[in-house]
Nanobody, 122 residues
């Protein structure tokens, strides 16, 4: 599986962005999908995850109520809608695919995209 993330950019605090991640292959619906982020000098951290058919979603506490993860299995695409962005959301955002496990753990994911950079100015 190859993952291609896009949609990042430079925005102001309070703005919105929608990230997209397109997966290659025919088995997209068999993977859980996640979004992680890594700020400069910090470890990669979980942001949001979604189950195979989208019936279950999970969020890191700081993004709950602001970010929404969704997927379209017909388009092999997972999205991250980010609203009310804050400067502390500035990071490189990565999408990831895994066969299953605990959404929050990096080890649950096997395939990673190249990352898309999000910068939020104050």
């Amino acid at each position: 599986v190859q993952l291609q993330a896009s949609g990042g950019g430079l925005v102001e605090a309070g703005d919105s962005l929608r990230l997209s991640c397109v997966a290659s292959g025919r088995t997209f619906s068999s993977y859980i999908m996640g979004w992680f982020r890594q700020a400069p000098g910090k470890e990669r951290e979980f942001v949001a995850g979604i189950s195979w058919r989208g019936g279950s979603t999970h969020y890191e506490d700081s993004v709950k109520g602001r970010f929404t993860i969704s997927r379209d299995n017909a388009k092999n695409t997972v999205y991250l809608q980010m609203n009310s962005l804050k400067p502390e959301d500035t990071a490189v955002y990565y999408c990831a695919a895994g066969s299953g496990g605990t959404f929050y753990y990096i080890s649950a994911y096997t395939y990673w995209g190249q990352g898309t950079e999000v910068t939020v100015s104050s």
